[in-house]
């Protein structure tokens, strides 16, 4: 497993934007041949070569000369993780039988965009909920476009999309509630009876920043730092409040601030702008996600309770793309499992979010060793408590 690199949505801080439906009467999108030249028609494009006959001139030529060369930029269909691991698997073992005969298209999840100078390499996601694309379409919707690229170089590629696809591009600003959603879908996952993983061991210590940018110029933001075992605390104590069975963590908090701080996070001029943890960082414009951790092979859950081949952290991650994707689609916010039924696709080319009852236990190797050391830290952070404005804070109730 030594040799499958990390799932490219891992690791890496992606600026956010929402795409509109890409417009390609010429041909399928997710095809091997459309995305060779698009990738040949954007290469030309960062070289600033001739394009039928017009120079095209790279305005920041300076700016990206640091970078060397672009040695490569290849566009690719993107599968889920299974579909990573099957692609690389077979790179090492041609003739391994256990791999998943499914063509790419049939569990494409968008399209992965590399850019390969000789100093340094950048990607962009552009993603959708998985599933087999609509035949015969003009349109292809991949809604959630996700940037790591320098200023320059990221005006180029968001040009192109614009010119080569008629799209519209716009940054995606999360609101205060999706962020707080996001949260309480990790820790809703981790304290599920059948969750053998803990919050103390995958959130461990959880920084909250709230902004007031229509109250006041003196305080620009105020951060919030909790250890992961208090996190576990606060979600207790918000399960024992009145109507807060949704999010007990928010609603915990917001009573901790309001007695001690006599703050409301109620307040339409105080905003969640930041979240973070090690499992993601999460900002109302940047995301930033780390590999989940798998079941161990040892793993025996507790007596009645069904075994999963799923982690709680993977379905918690799972959880948090479809919200994603369906908030850069403007199909609504995150939904509660009480609503993940409900028909709210508005795109021809999305399906139903992917389930995960069938996911194999092999990972990348980026997060290979993660169960340890996020145990390790744990317990070398059971001691802290919050830090509000650089002082310490008891979060105990």
């Known amino acids: 497993m030594a040799d499958i690199p990390p799932y490219p949505l891992y690791h890496h801080t992606y600026r956010l934007y929402r795409l509109s439906p890409l417009h390609h009467p010429a041909g399928p999108l997710l ?51 299974d579909a990573w691991i099957d692609r690389h698997r077979r ?56 940037v790591r690229m320098p200023g320059p170089i990221r005006d180029i590629f968001l040009d ?23 949260l309480e879908t990790y820790l809703r996952r981790l304290s599920s009876p059948s969750s053998t993983q803990t919050i103390a061991d ?32 606060f979600v207790r104590h918000g399960t ?32 969640v702008t930041k979240i973070s943890c090690s499992s993601f960082h999460l900002a109302t414009d940047r995301l930033k996600l780390t590999a989940p951790d798998t079941l161990a092979d040892t793993s025996v859950p507790d007596e009645g309770v069904t075994s999963q081949e799923a982690s709680a952290a993977q379905l918690a991650v799972s959880d948090f793309c479809s919200s994603l994707i369906r908030e850069a689609a403007g199909t609504g916010i995150f939904l509660s499992e009480d609503l993940t039924n409900d028909d709210r696709d508005e795109i021809s080319s999305s399906t139903a979010s992917a389930t995960v009852s069938g996911r194999k236990r092999a990972v990348s190797s980026a997060a290979a060793g993660n169960n340890h050391q996020k145990r390790v830290k744990a317990r070398r952070g059971q001691g802290n408590g919050s830090q509000v404005n650089g002082h310490g804070t008891t979060l105990d109730f």
């Open 31 to 81: 095809a091997d041949r459309g995305l060779r030249q698009h990738a040949a028609r954007l290469r030309d494009q960062l070289q600033g070569d001739h394009v039928r006959g017009v120079h095209v001139d790279v305005a920041r030529a300076a700016d990206t000369a640091r970078l060397g060369p672009l040695s490569a930029c290849a566009w690719e269909i993107l599968g889920d993780e």
């Open 240 to 271: 024992l409040m009145h109507k807060t069975h949704d999010q007990p963590f928010t609603a915990a908090l917001s009573s901790y601030l309001t007695h001690h701080l006599a703050l409301d996070m109620s307040h339409p001029n105080l905003q």
């Open 202 to 233: 995958i959130i461990r210590s959880l920084q909250v920043q709230l902004a007031f940018p229509n109250t006041t110029t003196l305080l620009k933001h105020l951060d919030i730092s909790i250890a992961g075992p208090h996190v576990a605390g």
């Open 91 to 146: 790179s090492v073992d041609p003739d391994a039988s256990q791999l998943s005969s499914e063509p790419a298209t049939a569990r494409a999840c968008g399209i992965h965009v590399t850019l390969d100078y000789e100093k340094q390499s950048y990607n962009a996601l552009l993603l959708r909920e998985p599933g087999p694309p609509t035949p015969a379409q003009a349109f292809t919707a991949l809604p959630l476009l996700l």
């Open 160 to 182: 192109y999309l614009r010119t080569a696809f008629d799209a519209h591009i716009a940054p995606l600003k999360l609101p205060s509630s999706f962020l707080t959603s996001s």
